[in-house]
């Protein structure tokens, strides 16, 4: 294993949360979602006013989410060190981080062809559109926590005499699968705690989410560093026989 390479992969993880941060919060304004209880018309507007900062805040977007399939590889070439026999895990990992990758440039794009030509939009149109875009971004959590489960349980069945990840890290990532399944429920409100921009629905599964990236990122750059020590001794065994 490349451990320079796959290091940098697990540092485009933090890239991720910062581009995310900076594109959706400070340019786009988006952080929290402007709410659903809004009129088409105050949509519409929102829109107008914000347009460069959203063009801008999607680009951004488009490369920032680019690395989450870089990011999730990083982890995915542990997982593989953690199965024995056929990497089923491993395998499915890949389609599905594939998959992932897919819904997060769906959101910027789609953000970028509203605020394109806004004032020519119909308001409803843009509304029922907005409106999708956040559905995109919530409602899709099951296969960001099926990789949670994927990683937990390659961590728990990990039988390596030094194990690759903590036996911790697999408990963090049952309970971020479980954290981020309130994300199902936004499609029944539009106030409260459960609708796109509440504090349960938006605030706690966004944290829960990007906060797990962050500690993943980190627990994966710690892999690292312990897999050029391992590999570093392996050479040095070697020259002295």
């Known amino acids: 294993m490349d451990t320079r390479v796959v290091s940098l992969m697990a540092w485009s993880g ?12 400070l340019l786009m304004g988006f952080i929290p979602p402007p709410s659903p209880d809004m009129s088409a018309e105050e949509i519409a507007q929102l829109f107008i006013e914000r347009k460069l900062g959203i063009r801008v805040g999607t680009l951004l977007e488009c490369i920032g989410f680019t690395f989450y399939l870089t990011w999730s590889m990083s982890i995915v070439m542990f997982m593989r060190r953690m199965e024995s026999g056929m990497p089923v895990l491993t395998y499915t990992s890949i389609a599905n981080n594939g998959g992932g990758y897919v819904f997060f440039l769906l959101m910027p794009i789609t953000w970028a062809a509203l605020a394109f ?15 999708y875009v956040w559905f995109i971004f919530i409602l899709s959590w099951p296969p960001f926590a099926l990789f949670t489960v994927y990683i937990a349980v390659a961590v728990l069945r990990d039988r390596n005499p030094e194990p690759v990840f903590p036996r911790w890290v697999g408990y963090v990532n049952l309970w971020t699968a479980a954290m981020i399944m309130p994300a199902g429920l936004i499609e029944f409100f539009t106030t409260g705690p459960f609708a796109y921009d509440g504090v349960i629905a938006f605030w706690w599964v966004w944290l829960e989410f990007f906060g797990w990236i962050v500690v993943m990122s980190w627990v994966t750059l710690r892999a690292c560093a312990a897999e050029k020590r391992r590999q570093l001794a392996e050479d040095g065994a070697g020259v002295s026989a």
């Open 14 to 25: 933090i890239v991720l949360v910062v581009c995310l941060a900076v594109a959706q919060g």
């Open 117 to 131: 030509r806004p004032e020519a939009l119909d308001p409803k149109l843009l509304q029922l559109v907005n409106d």
